[in-house]
């Protein structure tokens, strides 16, 4: 069966194009690319896409799944859900559950039940080291075997340098990806606000943005040193990109990422000490929000990430201090980047480049573009269509989100997973 996408405005992040035309999708993969609006030919079935936008699905990297060990949280199938509501169709998938993915049998049963729940692509990340603890090296080589795409403490940093340089240089000798953190843990301890004037006047424990700067510095060090392949999850801060074009400069094998809440709030949103906007890495100066958008148009920051983070009400409906970090950003990541486009800092496939085809680059993955053979996973969306987010409408089974009554612009309709409708709204 093969199905043709007519009447659609056309985003190639590759060819950093946006035009109107037509897209044939047959076998899972996209088959041809028209120029024309509404091309002749006989097709099993048309899809009018009326001008809307037809993109390669978003490749999300970060997502925390639940499971195991708190499913009540999240799981593969209500994550798989949300995702494809948002048209994200593929989850890069965290290690820090309970207990921790850090043996090839854990991988192996994350895997399964993915394979079995998940009506998006889920692609597996392992620990760095065993429990997340930082004192010992897991078994990268047998994990890599076993399915993970990258090796990850996720935000326990390693602080033991000479560990943390083992696991570069094996890792290197694999070519295996690794994951950090830019936040100096002993800075960064406790704090729930970024240092100045506001948390100063709120009252609340601080951290300098420098602890981003500090902790980047140490790994762009052990990075030229070894050589390895390395990713910072969520840069911050405007001293971070400081750090990372130096980096970038030299050459080194390093990438980097935003989460989509540092992309569009700052510190002035925990005013009134609303929990839902309590993150990790703290929100940041608007100054800081302002460079990374910056960043992510010049390319200096290659990916946007939702950091998608679910946590339960009895975790949030506490004291802004002794809350959970974390929201939940699978279905909002779409609409929350588009603020990005329709504030100017860049167009439409400069985004998309940051939300599918880097990310899809960085695995070394076909996705991420609208080239012949490429797999046929699409989201079709209307950039400007306004709504108010109403957070007991989402499909995560935690409702933990900082956008919850705001006015917002731009909704999926459809996702397509291998050429498979997976969401229609």
């Known amino acids: 069966m093969n199905i043709l996408f007519s009447n ?19 076998d899972g993969a996209i088959k041809q690319v028209f120029s024309d609006r509404e091309p002749k030919g006989k097709f099993d079935q048309v899809v009018d896409c009326e001008g809307k936008c037809l993109a390669p699905g978003i490749l999300d990297i970060g997502v925390k799944i639940c499971e195991p060990g708190e499913r009540h949280k999240e799981s593969f199938a209500s994550a798989g859900r949300a ?64 399915g993970a795409v990258a090796f990850t403490d ?57 602890a981003e700067r500090i902790q980047l510095d140490r790994d762009a060090a052990l990075i030229e040193m070894t050589g390895a392949r390395v990713h910072i999850d969520q840069l911050s801060t ?29 510190e002035i949103d925990i005013e009134g000490y609303p929990t839902f906007f309590k993150v990790k890495p703290p929100l940041r100066h608007e100054t800081d929000r302002v460079a990374l958008a910056d960043a992510v148009a010049s390319g200096l920051i290659d990916i946007i990430s939702s950091m998608h983070t679910p946590q339960d009400e009895e975790s949030k409906r506490v004291p802004f201090d002794s809350a959970a970090s974390g929201a939940v ?9 588009l603020q990005l486009v329709h504030g100017e800092y860049m167009d439409l496939p400069t985004l998309w480049a940051a939300l ?70």
């Open 329 to 337: 950003a699978l279905e909002t990541l779409l609409p929350a980047a």
């Open 83 to 146: 995702a494809a509501a948002g048209g994200v169709t593929t989850m890069v998938i965290r290690p820090d559950t309970v207990p921790s993915v850090d043996t090839p049998e854990s991988l192996e049963f994350i895997k399964r039940r993915a394979s079995a729940a998940s009506i998006v692509r889920v692609l597996p990340m392992a620990s760095l080291t065993r429990g997340r603890a930082g004192r010992e090296m897991a078994e990268i080589g047998f994990l890599q075997d076993a």
């Open 154 to 210: 996720c935000d326990h940093v390693v602080t033991d340098i000479k560990i943390f340089s083992r696991c570069l240089t094996y890792a290197n000798s694999l070519n295996a990806l690794v994951i950090t953190h830019a936040q100096e843990p002993q800075l960064s301890a406790g704090a729930s606000a970024t240092s100045g004037a506001l948390a100063t006047k709120l009252g609340l424990p601080a951290v300098s943005p420098m």
């Open 356 to 425: 599918s085809l880097n990310p899809a680059n960085l695995f070394g993955l076909d996705s991420g573009r609208l080239t012949v053979d490429a797999p046929a996973d699409l989201v079709l969306f209307d950039p400007d269509k306004p709504f108010i987010l109403d957070r007991t409408t989402l499909k995560s089974k935690s409702k933990n989100t900082p956008f919850d009554g705001r006015r917002m612009q731009g909704q999926v309709m459809q996702t397509y997973v291998g050429g498979e409708l997976v969401f229609e709204r």
């Open 8 to 26: 659609a405005r056309l985003i190639d992040p590759e060819a950093r194009t946006d035009t109107i035309g037509a897209l044939l999708v047959a």
């Open 238 to 266: 405007k001293a971070g990109l400081d750090v990372l074009s130096q980096a970038k400069a030299k050459g080194l094998r390093i990438t980097a990422g935003a989460s989509i809440h540092h992309l569009t709030l700052n």
